[in-house]
């Protein structure tokens, strides 16, 4: 039961970007495709996940002066694992997600959840914990790319496979595609977050 | 205030993050040990794609030291020279790859075989056009004196919203033809 309530409170209730507004950096940034959104999201999930077992598992005899490098070094070696991985296994990915693999170092969903959950709690609970957040940051950086995607270029692809739009992909509205078309939909997607919250709760 | 137990108590920490630090280091060589070969091979067959896009009837190349120039060789005949520039974009550096056809590389008589774009970083839907055919081909068979955009007197239409972006890259190509003049005449002149 507890592993599931780990896992559920992430992708709604606590959704890192929609609810907690961390790892906004990597939201905005390479949310221009569903393929981006693809990649990042498997990165994401592979460091956060490798991080809170690692982190977990060596809680008990950590440090607390030095806890904080102690996850930092843990983070950047799971992140330049997968930044090597990808340049080499997947080089046209890593081309489009560029600077934001090497990023993820100081992402805060990883080190906040390395800091606030995974250094506190069991092995179990914390897979569960980093599997929530992984995927309720893939959530919500689907739904920006979706719409970016969708009204920036009128149509929407994964993996070459997809719809388009006729009307809209002849003449696309360019601006979902420019950074600040990435804040007008975090902006909406929130702000229907708060009206959904707000609600069911009243 | 006995000192002993607290150096003791002060070492502990300074030593886990030694240990954390090493086994991170052993972990990074490893991976870079079992990627190090793959990327690198991935970055020449890229390479060799683009050259033989650019190229077709490309079945062998040979690659100048001295001038990073490659010398594209059909049946052991050179039939061109391809090297690769990098023009000021919109969101950051274009690399490009340019294809020069071999003549007597005498002035006037300099012909691009074409170019094309090795990395961008330019605004998706717009900047990215340059990826395109349409922008792209227009380079093929040109002449080096109309390598500019058709609003300052040359050959090539720019992309409509992506001024920038095509200017960097016509700006590149047309430049790049002046720096690398003396090194193409000079191979010339060795492989012939």
Not at chain 1, 24 to 31: E, G, I, R, Y
Not at chain 2, 7 to 28: D, R, S
Not at chain 2, 32 to 59: C, H, R, W, Y
């Amino acid at each position: 039961m507890a592993f599931f309530k780990n896992f559920n409170k992430g992708i709604l209730k606590e959704n890192p970007v929609l609810v907690l507004l961390l790892g906004l950096c990597p939201t905005l940034a390479v949310s221009t495709s569903l393929d981006n959104a693809l990649g990042m999201t498997a990165a994401v999930l592979f460091v956060l996940i490798s991080a809170n077992i690692i982190v977990s598992l060596i809680r008990n005899f950590t440090p607390e002066k030095v806890r904080i490098p102690v996850f930092i070094v843990i983070i950047a070696t799971l992140v330049t694992i997968v930044d090597l991985s990808m340049q080499a296994f997947l080089p046209d990915l890593s081309e489009s997600l560029g600077m934001f693999i090497p990023l993820i170092v100081v992402n805060c969903i990883i080190l906040g959840r390395a800091e606030a959950f995974a250094s506190k709690n069991s092995l179990k609970d914390s897979v569960a914990d980093a599997l929530g957040m992984g995927v309720g940051f893939g959530v919500a950086i689907f739904l920006v790319s979706f719409f970016r995607q969708l009204l920036g270029t009128g149509e929407v692809s994964l993996f070459g496979v997809g719809l388009s739009l006729p009307g809209l992909s002849a003449n696309p509205m360019a601006i979902f595609i420019l950074p600040y078309g990435a804040f007008m939909v975090l902006g909406c997607l929130l702000a229907t977050m708060r009206y959904l919250e707000v609600r069911k709760n009243g | 205030m006995s000192k002993k137990p607290s150096m003791k108590k002060e070492l502990i920490p300074v030593l886990f993050l030694t240990i954390v630090v090493c086994i991170a280091v052993i972990a990074l060589t490893l991976t870079n040990d079992a990627t190090n070969k793959q990327i690198e091979d991935g970055k020449v067959s890229a390479t060799v794609a683009l050259l033989s896009e650019l190229f077709p009837e490309m079945t062998d190349y040979s690659y100048d030291d001295a001038t990073a120039i490659y010398i594209i060789k059909q049946n052991s005949d050179v039939i061109g020279y391809s090297y690769s520039i990098s023009g000021n974009g919109y969101g950051g550096a274009i690399d490009i790859l340019v294809g020069v056809q071999k003549t007597d590389l005498s002035d006037g008589n300099i012909i691009l075989q074409g170019i094309s774009i090795i990395s961008q970083k330019e605004t998706p839907g717009l900047g990215t056009k340059i990826l395109e055919d349409t922008f792209l081909t227009q380079f093929q068979d040109l002449n080096s004196d109309d390598i500019a955009l058709s609003q300052n007197g040359g050959q090539i239409d720019a992309i409509t919203g992506a001024t920038i972006s095509s200017s960097a890259v016509t700006d590149a190509v047309s430049q790049s033809i002046a720096d690398k003049i003396e090194d193409l005449r000079q191979l010339n002149s060795e492989v012939s």
